[in-house]
């Protein structure tokens, strides 16, 4: 017997009919799977808000928003009506935020591989600051500056050595990583030397990322520390911290919140004497429990013995994480949203691969049945974003609701729409 869904993974906003019927900001689930079809996304708008202003809160010298966790127009103008900058780690990130309305000054490039076009792209259209990750990239823009393109502000992002304790494939502020400059070798100092030499470069600042889902306190402690050291002795005026807060997907999990985070940072900076301004750049802990995914049960295999398997319309084209990085999840029957989950399953997509589990060690109702709808919360972040057409699948709409309203922000893809790019 496994206990009912906790309600800390829910959107803050969902409430359980008495029927039993979950929904959310006031819209049960069956009637958005009805509206809008599924799989979907559902995303609670005034809960994506609360997390943003905390955010503000919590670093008032500047937050930007890393759009790679979830990205489409109404997200875009959502975090900049609420203050935030927007972090975005490539061109096709910055067009759809540059689309949505949002000021080019107030966006960050980030990217360990940046092309010419998109530096290009960042210097034309006056894109705010950029965060450099290599001297082949500071060459890149020496040379686009001389060929006439205008002067931009940087940071330059520092590796402080300073293990996240999280997946290897989201860790990134190892020693051994393929981002930014080593403080322990000496390359830090010297791209900030290199940098702040330049006339193409206004060096503003240093910035670390050491991953994503990252519950470790101490981890953040000790790239603060890096960080600030480093700062002081170059008398920069921005220190980002990135982002890379972990947000709990399981019963059992917790995690701090961003206050606590910020609180922590800002310790860390006080205790130094940092004087510069101190920036940070969340994704997950903005959207991830913002979130569920409604999906339609459609097959159910009894494997006496070894297991349940409960497939649905979905996969890992709407959530690879679990694929990729071996997540876990929850997930519940939105009909009796309250009720202890019985029954161990597996909850499986509808791809031709084994890999394709949504939920691993999943538990629901006994009385599941074909046709039922199940939800998976926490899906916020890195899942739409992360999401492929494998297998010519069609991408999920997305809704964003908000006291009783739902709101159609990305569209289901359509038959037609595979073939958008095919030159046949
Ligand atoms: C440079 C940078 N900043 C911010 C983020 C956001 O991280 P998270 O979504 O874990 O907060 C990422 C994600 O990997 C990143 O690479």
Redesign the pocket.
């Known amino acids: 017997m496994v206990a009912k869904i906790s309600s800390s993974l829910l959107p803050d906003n969902t409430t359980i009919h008495e029927d039993g019927m979950v929904a959310f900001a006031g819209i049960r689930a069956d009637d958005l799977a009805k509206e809008y079809g599924t799989p979907l996304f559902v995303y609670d708008e005034a809960h994506i808000r609360q997390r943003c202003r905390e955010a503000v809160q919590a670093f008032p010298d500047g937050v930007s928003y ?1 759009t ?2 979830f990205l489409c127009k109404a997200m875009a103008r959502l975090a900049y009506e609420e203050g935030m900058g927007l ?1 975005v ?1 490539t061109i096709g990130e910055a067009f759809v935020a540059i689309e949505a309305g949002v000021p080019a000054a107030k966006l960050t490039m ?1 990217g360990n591989n940046k092309s010419y076009e998109e530096l290009q792209y960042a210097m034309e259209n006056g894109i705010g600051k950029i ?1 450099i990750d290599s001297f082949d990239e500071i060459a890149k823009i020496e040379q686009l500056f001389s060929n006439g393109g205008s002067p931009i502000q940087a940071l330059i ?1 520092i590796t402080p050595g300073v293990e996240a304790h999280t997946h290897e494939y ?1 860790s ?1 502020g190892e020693e051994d990583s393929k981002f930014g400059f080593t403080v322990s070798t000496g390359l830090a100092e010297k791209a900030i030397d290199k940098a702040s030499n330049l006339k193409a470069i206004e060096l503003i600042g240093i ?1 670390a ?1 050491i ?4 519950f470790t306190q101490e981890s953040f402690r000790k790239s603060t520390e890096t960080l600030a050291d480093l700062s002081n002795s170059f008398s920069l005026p921005e220190l980002s911290v ?4 972990g947000v709990p997907y399981l019963n059992n999990e917790t995690s701090i919140s961003i206050s606590e985070w910020g609180a922590i940072v800002g310790k860390v900076c006080e205790d130094r004497g940092v004087t510069a301004r101190v920036t940070a ?5 903005i959207v991830g429990s913002a979130a569920v995914t409604l999906y339609t049960v459609g097959t159910i295999k009894k494997l006496d013995g070894i297991r349940t398997y409960v497939a649905v319309d979905g996969g890992m084209h709407d959530n690879p994480r679990p694929a990729l990085y071996g997540s876990g999840y929850e997930t519940f029957l939105a009909r009796s949203a309250a009720s202890a989950r019985q029954m161990p399953v597996t909850l499986v997509g509808k791809h031709c691969e084994s890999g394709d589990v949504l939920v691993r060690d999943g538990a629901v109702p006994e009385d599941i049945t074909v046709g039922d709808l199940l939800a998976t919360p926490v899906t916020g ?2 899942g739409q974003s992360m999401g492929s057409n494998y297998n010519k699948v069609l991408r999920p709409a997305v809704v964003f609701v908000n006291s009783g309203q739902a709101e159609l922000v990305v569209r289901r893809e359509e038959l037609t729409d595979l073939l958008n790019t095919d030159m046949g």
């Open positions: 890393a790679k966790a972090d780690a980030h965060v992002r989201i990134t910035h990322h991953g994503s889902q990252v990135g982002g890379g807060l750049e969340p994704g997950r802990s972040a890195y």
